[in-house]
């Protein structure tokens, strides 16, 4: 048995994971692939591809693009969700801000540095004209910290995926002022250099695990019901995610990598731009 370590965000786009592992797709194939749900996202991730506290990352395009370019010994091996990420901008309910222009030079609560909810205020703040060199962050680890910050007053919005943030809106506790998509296809899959050496057999079986699941995903009998159920959403709020989202089963390309390496860097996210090879490999 081949003992493999994943992680990601306990969001739905990675139920089909929980499912091929509940199911016991990879035992049947000798790879032991056990998921830690990772609620700080992207940075904590990124942290633990580095610390080999996971072999494999179920990622944000934007985060894991910078923290290779910085020196993360991994490689993307496969575009993991072709649609855009649907970043909600929120703020607490009961404060004054009613438009995005409210919150310029206002402080962005953020789950770490090199996060996603960071690159994506620099992206925002880029489409709005702001001057980046303003921009404030306040570190609050998880959606819970977030919510702490915005009503204290600590931080004054948080950007976070539209539908993962719905109950909280729902419920009061935030406004969604805005909708920030990002330009690129949202999630990846990176594996750890020295797993791609020593484990490409198994990296691709699991490739190939996983995508048989996300190409009939969306036809599982009552999926819409499942995913309500789990990750405590409406259900007409999934049906509408799940119309928006689109599973991918492809290597990367020269060009979407670039396209995140080009924005990155004219906001000054990044310092440097990497070929392919650096950033990628096709199994």
């Known amino acids: 048995m081949k003992n493999i370590k994943i992680a990601g965000v306990p969001e739905h786009f990675n139920l089909p994971w929980h499912l091929c592992i509940e199911n016991g797709e990879f035992d049947v194939e000798g790879i032991d692939l056990a998921w830690t749900d990772v609620p700080e996202g992207t940075g904590k991730l990124c942290q633990m591809l580095r610390d080999g506290s996971t072999d494999i990352a179920v990622i944000l395009t934007e985060g894991i693009v910078k923290d290779i370019l910085a020196g993360n010994p991994s490689k993307i091996v496969q575009v993991y ?155 007409d709020d999934i049906r509408q995610w799940l119309s928006l989202t689109k599973w991918s089963q492809k290597t990367p390309s020269e060009q979407m990598l670039n396209k995140v390496q080009n924005q990155l860097f004219a906001l000054s996210v990044i310092d440097k731009k990497g070929i392919f090879a650096e950033l990628a490999k096709a199994l």
Not at 127 to 143: A, M, R, Y
Not at 192 to 210: A, F, N, Q, S
């Open 81 to 235: 969700v072709e649609s855009p990420l649907i970043w909600g901008i929120h703020v607490a309910a009961k404060s004054g801000f009613e438009k995005l222009s409210d919150l310029e030079r206002k402080k962005a609560a953020i789950s770490r540095a090199g996060s996603g909810s960071q690159l994506m205020a620099y992206v925002n703040a880029g489409n709005l004209g702001w001057d980046l060199s303003k921009l404030q962050f306040e570190i609050v680890h998880t959606i819970d910290g977030a919510v702490e910050a915005l009503t204290n007053g600590t931080a004054d919005y948080f950007m976070w995926e539209r539908f993962m943030t719905q109950p909280l809106v729902d419920k009061g506790v935030f406004r969604r002022i805005g909708q920030c998509p990002t330009p690129w296809p949202c999630f990846v899959i990176a594996v750890r250099d020295e797993i791609l050496e020593k484990h490409p057999g198994t990296v691709r079986r699991i490739l190939e695990i996983i995508n048989q699941t996300t190409r009939e995903f969306k036809e599982i009998p009552s999926i819409d019901r499942t995913l309500a159920t789990r990750y405590g959403q409406q259900i």
